[in-house]
């Protein structure tokens, strides 16, 4: 082992946990040469050398469950490259239900895999019992039997990819504590230890549960927190062979594996331990926590309802090891908003072992790149706040998200810890108008509103939820009369400066050299010609462009257009998210409504659609957007925080004569939905390009800018593209879809539904997904020809395809 520290790296990476050596192994993979990991204590010896060693290669989004794909087959070659063991096993996963609604999850789940190009089998109770013969059944529904599956040694896969990198030249420092960090101008240039300082171009921070402590030696954030994750190991039970899947029982919180001829069993208990509420100690290594038997017990007693052999069983060992967890229990990569050439590849919540081998190659890629070579979005690192980090915030929601590992992912299911933190200025208001509230970014976001008599509680289901009937009279107000929507939670941005619209044309794929007063919504694409973002951009005046995305979208977005402004360019960004409330007023009555409490002039002639002015509701002066997104007639408003209320009371007032409803969230997505409105992040992703999202018309190639993403889409257009975004109607009107149902074409799956919900005004539910032709261009022809159906939950559903919006077709409602 080398024992004097260089003074220079082309990369640093800090920890020497089975992520670390993962970065490491890709990044020398990829040719890159000069790079050094540094180890506190000894590789694995934080989290990874207790970690169970469970590989179930599912997961909610296709680009996680085509990492931890990956993950299985590197486990599976590196003995032959490095020598090194591994103890791969490619055993198996039964799941099993012991009620309706966990099978009904399951066969969403089986349909999922089936999308994502993974093998998955609904079987009965009694086929589990054969799979797993020790298994009591009388008590379940059935299973999912996942047979690519698999089972790893933790420390043996973590030596074979140090091995590897050792192989390509990587050097590797146990015993060395980094102090701290030189930046310059933004960027990280070097990393202080107490063997000496690295000068280097990139530092990854692989730290494990001290990567909270690595992060703010330089200000970034990292948002995890420890909690206790506990397993038992028995001696040999009889029965118990080598073969033996990996069994989850999920609706006891409980998992098994085979471990030399006995048992390891662990769990997510629903309420989980914190840990290191004052930091984690630094030679916690190959250290564990006490027995924590009162802790256990809830997984203990499931554990002998579903494996009765335990309860004579030996129990050789306690394992009380903690982990990592994040605030939405996914893990964490990509490039600090902070600081640049700072990345981080943390927070695994008891996934590293599984993830680990994609998660590295995807953050090697990422680093390599200067951008992320796939979607990322949900475990990219800008998907947080600085709030994020806040240890009591952190504290209390890891408690519930660690607890929810296992529960029951209901369709819409809200968090409720740590809340209400971020609020509109409207919030008492709605409040007070009975609004059952959602939480997005931290903002209280009204999902629906309850009348009198029903309590505003959502009641879950994979059916009609309680709310479906005040959701859709909240829908059908938009439509037939006039609907009031706080969207204050909108991420809005000020682009100031004489180089602004140089650095929103070379951003942007459409064209925003327009005049003052003209809004349009665009793109931000990346190389490959996919999503960054959508947007809204509003154009103030000559030199100033107000921009409004998503409300997860914030600091992402900040990140994409700060480090795109060209060096010596005078352009400045600020985040103006919390200085104005958003009040939408959408419907055919938007027009007189407004008219009644203001005196401006509201015809398409002089406020076309796609247009702002300042206009006064009493005595307050705003600024009103001609805009929609539920595909009516309407105007955002966007006012001062501290006039939101005073307008709120006149519009309220006034619109008692149209007949007006406050509409939360739930609305606003059946009517988007219904209309073909897309969503960042679901219909539009960084893998999905404006062709392939039907959304050509928002692109203009010959703008006389070099916007990036071009090229790859004039590559695109020359080609063709094989998939293509399609709206699809259920032609049953009963069934609902909440999304990543499995889309078939004549019987074959091409796809996996991307949003859905019940369209009210169509009277059947709406979805949409991308189709993909396996064999040549997904265009009209393709689309037109097939006969579709959706999944749901194991049931096919025929369905229609709309390359045009199924409601509105032409656009004419939006422009009356």
């Given at each position: 082992?080398e024992?004097?520290?260089?003074?220079?790296?082309?990369?640093v990476?800090?920890?020497?946990?089975?992520?670390?050596?993962?970065v490491?192994y890709?990044?020398?993979?990829?040719?890159?040469?000069?790079?050094v990991?540094?180890?506190?204590?000894?590789?694995?010896?934080?989290?990874?050398?207790?970690?169970?060693?469970?590989?179930?290669?599912?997961?909610a989004?296709?680009?996680?469950?085509?990492?931890?794909?990956?993950?299985?087959d590197?486990?599976?070659?590196?003995?032959?490259?490095?020598?090194?063991?591994?103890?791969w096993?490619?055993?198996?996963?039964?799941?099993v239900?012991?009620?309706?609604?966990?099978?009904?999850?399951?066969?969403?789940?089986?349909?999922?895999a089936?999308a994502?190009?993974?093998?998955?089998?609904?079987?009965?109770?009694?086929?589990?019992?054969?799979?797993?013969?020790?298994?009591?059944?009388?008590?379940?529904?059935?299973?999912?039997?996942?047979?690519?599956?698999?089972?790893?040694?933790?420390s043996?896969?973590?030596?074979?990819?140090?091995?590897?990198?050792r192989?390509?030249?990587?050097?590797?420092?146990?015993?060395?504590s980094?102090?701290?960090f030189?930046?310059?101008?933004?960027?990280?240039?070097?990393?202080?230890?107490?063997?000496?300082?690295?000068n280097c171009?990139?530092?990854?921070?692989?730290?494990?549960?001290?990567?909270?402590?690595?992060?703010?030696?330089?200000?970034?954030?990292?948002?995890?927190?420890?909690?206790?994750?506990?397993?038992?190991?028995?001696?040999?039970?009889?029965?118990?062979?080598?073969?033996?899947?990996?069994?989850?029982?999920?609706?006891?919180?409980?998992?098994?594996?085979?471990?030399?001829?006995?048992l390891?069993?662990?769990?997510?208990?629903?309420?989980?331990?914190?840990?290191?509420?004052?930091?984690?100690?630094?030679?916690?290594?190959?250290?564990?926590?006490?027995?924590?038997?009162?802790q256990?017990?809830?997984l203990?007693t499931?554990?002998?309802?579903?494996?009765?052999?335990l309860?004579?069983?030996?129990?050789?060992?306690?394992?009380?090891?903690?982990e990592?967890?994040?605030?939405?229990?996914?893990?964490?990569?990509?490039e600090?908003?902070?600081?640049?050439?700072?990345?981080?590849?943390?927070?695994?919540?008891?996934?590293?072992?599984?993830?680990?081998?994609?998660?590295?190659?995807?953050l090697?890629?990422?680093?390599a790149?200067?951008?992320?070579?796939?979607?990322?979005?949900?475990?990219?690192?800008?998907r947080?706040?600085?709030?994020?980090a806040?240890?009591?915030?952190?504290?209390?929601?890891?408690?519930?998200?660690?607890?929810?590992?296992y529960a029951?992912?209901?369709?819409?299911?809200e968090?409720?810890?740590?809340?209400?933190l971020?609020?509109?200025?409207l919030?008492?208001?709605?409040?007070e108008?009975?609004?059952?509230?959602?939480?997005?970014?931290?903002?209280?976001?009204?999902?629906?509103?309850?009348?009198?008599?029903?309590?505003?509680?959502?009641?879950?289901?994979?059916?009609?939820?309680?709310?479906?009937?005040?959701?859709?009279?909240?829908?059908?107000?938009a439509?037939?009369?006039?609907?009031?929507f706080?969207q204050?939670?909108?991420?809005?941005?000020l682009?100031?400066?004489?180089?602004?619209?140089?650095?929103?044309?070379?951003?942007?794929?459409?064209?925003?050299?327009?005049?003052?007063?003209?809004?349009i919504?665009?793109?931000?694409?990346?190389?490959?010609?996919?999503?960054?973002?959508?947007l809204?951009?509003?154009?103030?005046s000559?030199?100033t462009?107000?921009?409004?995305?998503?409300t997860?979208?914030?600091?992402?977005?900040?990140?994409?257009?700060?480090?795109?402004?060209?060096?010596?360019?005078?352009?400045?960004?600020?985040?103006?998210?919390?200085?104005y409330?958003?009040?939408?007023?959408?419907?055919?009555?938007?027009?007189?409504?407004?008219?009644?409490?203001s005196?401006?002039?509201?015809?398409?002639?002089?406020?076309?659609?796609?247009?702002?002015?300042?206009?006064?509701?009493?005595?307050?002066?705003?600024?009103?957007?001609?805009?929609?997104?539920?595909?009516?007639?309407?105007?955002?408003?966007?006012?001062?925080?501290?006039d939101?209320?005073?307008?709120?009371?006149?519009?309220?007032?006034?619109?008692?004569?149209?007949?007006?409803?406050?509409?939360?969230?739930?609305a606003?997505?059946?009517?988007?939905?219904?209309?073909?409105?897309?969503?960042w992040?679901?219909?539009?992703?960084?893998?999905?390009?404006?062709?392939?999202?039907?959304?050509?018309?928002?692109?203009?190639?010959?703008k006389?800018?070099?916007?990036?993403?071009?090229?790859?889409?004039?590559?695109?257009?020359?080609?063709?593209?094989?998939?293509?975004?399609?709206?699809?109607?259920?032609?049953?009107?009963?069934?609902?879809?909440?999304?990543?149902?499995?889309?078939?074409?004549?019987?074959?799956?091409?796809?996996?539904?991307?949003?859905?919900?019940?369209?009210?005004?169509?009277?059947r539910?709406?979805?949409?997904?991308?189709?993909?032709?396996?064999n040549?261009?997904?265009?009209?022809?393709?689309?037109?020809s097939?006969?579709?159906?959706?999944?749901?939950?194991?049931?096919?559903?025929?369905?229609?395809?709309?390359?045009?919006?199924?409601?509105d077709?032409k656009?004419?409602?939006?422009?009356?």
């Amino acid at each position: 082992m080398e024992k004097t520290l260089p003074t220079h790296a082309r990369a640093v990476i800090i920890g020497g946990g089975i992520v670390g050596c993962s970065v490491a192994y890709h990044l020398a993979k990829l040719g890159w040469r000069d790079i050094v990991l540094v180890e506190q204590g000894q590789l694995s010896c934080g989290t990874t050398w207790h970690a169970a060693g469970l590989v179930g290669q599912l997961r909610a989004h296709s680009n996680l469950t085509s990492l931890i794909r990956y993950s299985c087959d590197l486990y599976e070659n590196l003995e032959a490259e490095t020598g090194q063991a591994t103890g791969w096993k490619r055993c198996g996963s039964v799941s099993v239900a012991r009620t309706a609604e966990r099978m009904t999850l399951l066969r969403r789940t089986a349909a999922s895999a089936r999308a994502q190009g993974v093998d998955a089998e609904v079987i009965s109770a009694e086929e589990a019992g054969r799979l797993w013969p020790m298994m009591r059944t009388d008590d379940l529904v059935g299973g999912v039997w996942i047979p690519g599956d698999g089972k790893v040694n933790p420390s043996d896969v973590t030596q074979a990819l140090a091995k590897g990198a050792r192989a390509n030249g990587v050097r590797i420092f146990e015993g060395v504590s980094v102090t701290g960090f030189d930046i310059a101008d933004g960027a990280v240039t070097g990393v202080t230890t107490d063997g000496g300082t690295i000068n280097c171009d990139v530092v990854v921070n692989c730290a494990g549960q001290w990567a909270r402590q690595v992060g703010r030696l330089c200000g970034v954030s990292v948002p995890l927190y420890s909690a206790e994750h506990l397993y038992i190991v028995t001696n040999e039970i009889d029965g118990v062979s080598p073969d033996l899947p990996v069994l989850r029982d999920p609706d006891g919180y409980i998992y098994f594996k085979e471990d030399v001829g006995g048992l390891v069993m662990g769990g997510f208990e629903p309420e989980a331990k914190p840990w290191g509420m004052e930091g984690i100690p630094d030679k916690f290594e190959f250290s564990l926590l006490e027995d924590d038997w009162d802790q256990f017990e809830i997984l203990m007693t499931n554990a002998l309802i579903r494996v009765p052999a335990l309860e004579t069983a030996e129990v050789r060992q306690m394992v009380n090891g903690p982990e990592s967890f994040t605030p939405d229990a996914n893990f964490i990569l990509g490039e600090a908003p902070e600081v640049r050439n700072f990345f981080v590849g943390a927070g695994m919540n008891s996934m590293g072992i599984a993830s680990a081998g994609g998660a590295g190659k995807a953050l090697a890629e990422w680093i390599a790149a200067g951008e992320p070579t796939m979607d990322l979005w949900p475990v990219d690192i800008r998907r947080f706040a600085p709030f994020h980090a806040d240890e009591t915030w952190l504290a209390d929601r890891v408690v519930e998200a660690l607890g929810k590992h296992y529960a029951m992912n209901w369709p819409n299911l809200e968090m409720e810890s740590a809340r209400p933190l971020r609020q509109s200025p409207l919030y008492e208001n709605l409040k007070e108008a009975r609004a059952c509230f959602g939480s997005k970014m931290g903002w209280e976001r009204p999902n629906w509103f309850a009348p009198e008599g029903v309590e505003p509680q959502t009641d879950y289901s994979f059916g009609r939820q309680n709310w479906f009937p005040y959701a859709a009279e909240e829908h059908r107000s938009a439509r037939e009369a006039v609907a009031l929507f706080d969207q204050t939670s909108f991420s809005k941005f000020l682009l100031e400066g004489r180089d602004a619209e140089t650095v929103m044309q070379r951003l942007c794929a459409n064209d925003v050299a327009v005049e003052a007063g003209r809004l349009i919504y665009t793109g931000m694409l990346n190389d490959r010609g996919g999503y960054e973002s959508d947007l809204t951009i509003t154009r103030l005046s000559e030199d100033t462009y107000f921009i409004v995305s998503g409300t997860a979208q914030s600091t992402r977005d900040a990140h994409w257009i700060r480090r795109n402004i060209g060096l010596g360019l005078d352009a400045n960004l600020t985040d103006v998210t919390a200085t104005y409330a958003v009040i939408g007023i959408m419907g055919p009555r938007a027009r007189d409504l407004l008219g009644g409490v203001s005196g401006a002039d509201l015809s398409n002639d002089a406020f076309p659609f796609g247009t702002c002015r300042e206009i006064d509701i009493g005595e307050v002066t705003l600024r009103a957007h001609r805009i929609t997104y539920v595909g009516e007639l309407g105007w955002e408003l966007y006012i001062s925080v501290e006039d939101a209320v005073s307008v709120y009371h006149a519009l309220v007032e006034a619109g008692a004569a149209f007949d007006i409803h406050t509409a939360g969230y739930y609305a606003i997505d059946s009517l988007r939905l219904e209309k073909g409105y897309r969503a960042w992040g679901a219909d539009l992703t960084p893998d999905y390009t404006p062709y392939e999202a039907g959304l050509g018309f928002a692109v203009k190639l010959d703008k006389g800018t070099d916007f990036i993403g071009r090229d790859a889409l004039l590559r695109q257009k020359e080609t063709g593209a094989t998939r293509r975004l399609v709206q699809f109607t259920l032609d049953d009107p009963d069934p609902i879809a909440w999304g990543k149902e499995l889309i078939l074409r004549d019987g074959e799956p091409v796809g996996e539904v991307s949003s859905a919900a019940y369209g009210h005004t169509l009277g059947r539910a709406v979805a949409m997904g991308y189709v993909s032709n396996s064999n040549g261009i997904a265009d009209r022809d393709y689309i037109d020809s097939g006969r579709y159906e959706i999944d749901i939950a194991g049931k096919r559903f025929a369905a229609t395809s709309h390359l045009r919006p199924a409601f509105d077709p032409k656009g004419e409602r939006f422009r009356a």
